[in-house]
């Protein structure tokens, strides 16, 4: 069990993107651009999938690497919030590296990053979890080779709505122009996938915003 205050963590959490998050219906928005699941998708089951990435129950150490926050809402393309939907979430750590046994990058794992969460919206439609900026990784041993740039994993679902399967980015990233992904991409895909940063009050964390429409 995790102690009071990560469970009051995680719960405040939870009420902060629903409460910063709690805004009108936005009109007629375009559907999140879905983008590949890549290869990576967790095949170890965890018992831990909260909302704070940074821990891992029953580790008294955390997970390496810079505390961001994300969060956002989940919409139809009425612009009407979608409370109920299932966010699946899953990145690489501060090195580069999925804790999964295909993932051929010999960077290091972090055993103490839990890496992968699944969250359900509120009534405001909204979600939010803390992590770890993800790093950016070589998708070869070539030196010259491409390199993906800084980006989390989405699977988000409801039951009255199509399911989309696509990725975050973070704004101002020099990588994504380069990027063999988003380069499949129209710029004004593109801008629906890119997470504008700001400061979180609470914590003075750096905070993502980052909405998905579903069909």
């Known amino acids: 069990m995790k102690s009071v205050t990560r469970r009051q963590f995680a719960r405040n959490l939870g009420l902060a993107a ?3 998050m709690a805004s009108p219906a936005i009109a007629e928005p375009d559907i999140t651009p879905s983008q590949t699941e890549g290869p990576f998708y967790p095949v170890h089951a965890q018992d831990d999938l909260d909302a704070d990435l940074t821990r891992i129950d029953g580790h008294t150490e955390e997970a390496t690497g810079e505390r961001i926050l994300v969060r956002g809402q989940v919409f139809n393309t009425r612009g009407e919030t979608l ?7 899953w990145q690489a750590n501060h090195y580069g590296r999925y804790d999964h046994p295909d993932d051929p990058n010999p960077a290091k794992l972090d055993e103490h990053f839990q890496g992968w969460a699944i969250l359900t919206t509120g009534a405001s439609g909204g979600y939010g979890y803390k992590t770890i900026l993800p790093a950016p990784y070589a998708l070869s041993q070539a030196a010259d080779g491409p390199v993906r740039c800084r980006h989390i994993h989405y699977k988000v679902s409801h039951p009255d709505h199509k399911s989309v399967t696509t990725q975050m980015y973070f704004a101002g990233d020099p990588l994504i122009a380069d990027d063999i992904i988003m380069a499949r991409f129209s710029k004004d895909q593109q801008a629906l996938l890119i997470a504008e940063q700001s400061t979180d ?6 905070l993502y915003r980052f909405n998905v429409v579903l069909g």
């Open 18 to 20: 629903g409460s910063l």
């Open 201 to 206: 009050e609470a914590t003075g964390l750096p």
């Open 83 to 89: 409370e109920g939907a299932t966010v699946d979430v």
